[in-house]
């Protein structure tokens, strides 16, 4: 980062003002896609604040099930759902959506919309009761079929590398929005008590290496032997075992402290868990920009056709030499399994 930079950007900057600033460094650009970004945003934090009073939505929703405005009490990733839609919607760059809680595309009706988004808007389903660090995770592509009609899924499936943005809130102990447009990772804290998201993580680099590894332990009868073996190798190397069970914040702590994050291919799920467009593209798109690495264990992640909306891929993400290493160990796995064939 050059010093022009600092000065013109410093810690404290709003999420609006440093949108803006960005917008200026492209001449063309139309400010379409900030819109969309501070759309993304406000929902967040609509979002934010119903996760801060989840405890008490529970309470509220004993008595009747219905909210103050009248509405039906909902769990909160629904609650997260409609709330990203409603925002997109309205915003009015966005022509279609896939969202982890809908099977099919969600046409949002603007069809002079430029984007496509793909969102999972509550991810980490498992600790959304338990108070434990939840997010939400999102892409953003430019459609490929002309404007002025529905978007198409030749629009949505994109592989990775034609992403023009990318990020995730992390509603943690404090609330984070962390995106990038191809040009660095920025991370913004919420400061509740004046609305805002602040610029508090500029720049954002991943470490080369680091001393953490993630994964579900849990399931390791159901590895295959390279995951198996790369995982004692983290052991040898006395690495710390770290598993929140929400992506993001899993993700979001190994990319400021360096590690890698895991969930491979079992022998139940031979595509793993993770979706390829909500899920993995954009983190990958995140950590490459931080100078970081995600793989299916073979391939680049932003490289994988996706062929259906809501398809999983194994998942390897983090810092680079790590994710070599996973990747080596993998390499031995299927070069044994070709020899046996
Ligand atoms: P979800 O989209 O249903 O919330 O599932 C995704 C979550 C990730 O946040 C997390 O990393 C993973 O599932 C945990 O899965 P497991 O409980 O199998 O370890
Ligand atoms: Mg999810």
Redesign the pocket.
């Known amino acids: 980062m050059t010093l022009h930079d600092k000065l013109a950007l410093p810690v404290g900057t709003t999420l609006d003002r440093f949108i803006m600033r960005k917008q200026e460094d492209f001449p063309y650009a139309t400010g379409e896609l900030s819109q969309l970004l501070r759309d993304i945003a406000l929902a967040a934090k609509i979002v934010n604040r119903e996760i801060n009073r989840s405890g008490l939505i529970d309470i509220a929703g004993a008595y009747g099930n219905r909210n103050v405005q009248g509405e039906d009490q909902q769990k909160l990733d629904v609650i997260a759902n409609i709330r990203f839609i409603r925002a997109l919607r309205n915003g009015g760059e966005v022509c279609t959506i896939v969202s ?1 809680e809908d099977e099919d595309m969600i046409q949002t009706g603007n069809v002079q919309g430029k984007y496509v988004v793909a969102i ?1 808007p ?6 959304i009761d338990v108070n434990v660090s939840i ?1 939400t995770i999102f892409s953003v592509y430019r459609r490929v079929s002309p404007t002025g009609t529905e978007g198409t899924e030749q629009d949505c499936l994109q592989t990775g590398t034609h992403q023009v943005a990318a990020g995730y809130v992390i509603y943690g102990s404090s609330t984070m929005l962390v995106y990038t447009t191809g040009n660095g990772v920025n991370g913004f804290t919420y400061e509740p008590s004046l609305g805002e998201f602040f610029l508090s993580h500029p720049h954002i680099t991943s470490p080369q290496t680091g001393a953490i590894y993630s994964i ?1 332990e ?2 390791s009868n159901d590895f295959t032997e390279g995951v198996r073996e790369f995982v004692a190798y983290c052991k040898q190397q006395n690495y710390s075992a770290r ?6 914040a ?1 993700f979001h702590r190994n990319l400021l402290k360096g590690g890698i ?1 895991m ?1 491979p291919a079992t022998r139940r799920a031979a595509k793993g ?3 390829l467009m909500y ?1 993995c593209n954009a983190l990958s798109f995140i950590v490459e920009q931080a100078g970081g690495k995600a793989s299916n264990g073979q391939q680049r992640i932003m490289e994988l056709q996706p062929q259906t909306l809501h398809e999983r891929c194994p998942f390897f993400i983090g810092s680079t030499e790590l994710v070599e290493k996973a990747e080596e160990f993998m390499a031995r796995e299927y070069a044994e399994l070709a020899e046996q064939k």
Request: proline content about 0%; charged content about 30%; hydrophobic content about 25%.
């Open positions: 982890e999972d509550l991810d980490g389903s498992s600790n997010g579900n849990g399931l598993y929140i069970g929400s992506l993001v899993d994050y969930y868990k993770l979706r899920e």
